[in-house]
């Protein structure tokens, strides 16, 4: 009789997150032109282009929250072009903005609580039905967030309005806020622009550590020595279109991508 053995062979690797043939025009611009990006589980993967190249469109494309003219994208081994973006974000793909999104007349604790999605206090019914087990979730979700709020720094801005926040501090809420859900992969866009050397230094270390946790990222930036500390492997667009992808230090030394940023 045939025994099954167990196959110790090392398996490829499927990307958490895989994209193809990605394109969306705006009027007469091809904003993203036939593009491809994976993003392999566990990694800090980077994603560079000159000004305009497509970067926060290719985002907005692979968490729908534009519906792109053609192409795929692959989450977690399920196709997502039907989800909505809320719908994406529960799957466990959250992304950030270029220019943060905090609800700027909350509390900084606030905003971290509505970031929290699916609670049974969501619904009216079952929050009366649920008394106990609401006020136990909600519990548990404040120390959730305190906890997130110190591993970030902003312990003393908790009850702070948003709104007070630095450019930088509210960098930190957003990613705090992406935190909340327990995500498998947090898109990046451009999380050092505007902030101060020192925080950047300390977002970098954060980024870091919550990786090592099991956390994936796909990050957006201009500044390239973050991307250089941070990222395994770095996707280049160009005029909505891949040109290069690899090892940072290969990316730093390819002349097409030296090329692209000096034409900009
Ligand atoms: N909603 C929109 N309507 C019209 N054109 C748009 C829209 N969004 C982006 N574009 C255009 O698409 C192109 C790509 O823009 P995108 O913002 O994706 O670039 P980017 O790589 O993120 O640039 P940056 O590094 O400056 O943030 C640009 O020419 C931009 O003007
Ligand atoms: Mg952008």
């Known amino acids: 009789m045939l025994t099954e053995v167990e196959d110790r062979r090392p398996q490829p690797q499927v990307p958490l997150l895989a994209a193809s043939g990605l394109s969306k025009s705006f009027g ?8 491809a990006i994976e993003v392999a589980q566990g990694s800090i993967t980077g994603l560079i282009g ?3 190249a497509g970067k926060t469109t290719l985002f907005n494309l692979l968490s729908n929250f534009i519906r792109p003219d053609q192409g795929r994208v692959i989450f977690d081994g399920e196709p997502i072009q039907q989800l909505q973006p809320h719908q994406i974000a529960q799957q466990g793909m959250i992304r950030t903005f270029q220019v943060a999104r905090v609800l700027s007349r909350l509390s900084v604790l606030e905003n971290m609580l509505l970031a929290a999605q699916h609670q049974t206090g969501e619904n009216f019914w079952s929050a009366c039905l649920q008394f106990r087990q609401v006020a136990k979730e909600e519990k548990q979700l404040k120390e959730r967030a305190y906890a ?9 801005m908790t009850h702070e309005y948003a709104g007070a926040l630095s450019g930088g501090q509210r960098k930190l809420l957003e990613m705090a806020r992406a935190l909340m859900v327990q995500p498998k992969l947090i898109l990046l866009d451009e999380p050092a622009a505007g902030v101060n050397p020192t925080l950047i230094n300390q977002i ?7 990786n090592r946790e099991g956390l994936t990222f796909l990050i957006i930036e201009h500044n390239m020595d973050v991307i250089m500390s941070l990222c395994d492997r770095v996707w280049v667009l160009a005029e909505g279109r891949n040109l290069a992808v690899g090892s940072p230090s290969e990316i730093q030394t390819n002349s ?4 692209a940023y000096l034409g900009q």
């Open 256 to 259: 097409e991508v030296l090329e």
């Open 204 to 210: 970098c270390e954060h980024i870091t550590t919550w």
């Open 148 to 156: 997130i709020l110190e591993s970030v720094g902003l312990t003393h």
């Open 50 to 52: 000159p000004n305009g």
């Open 28 to 35: 007469g611009i091809k904003a993203v032109d036939n593009a």
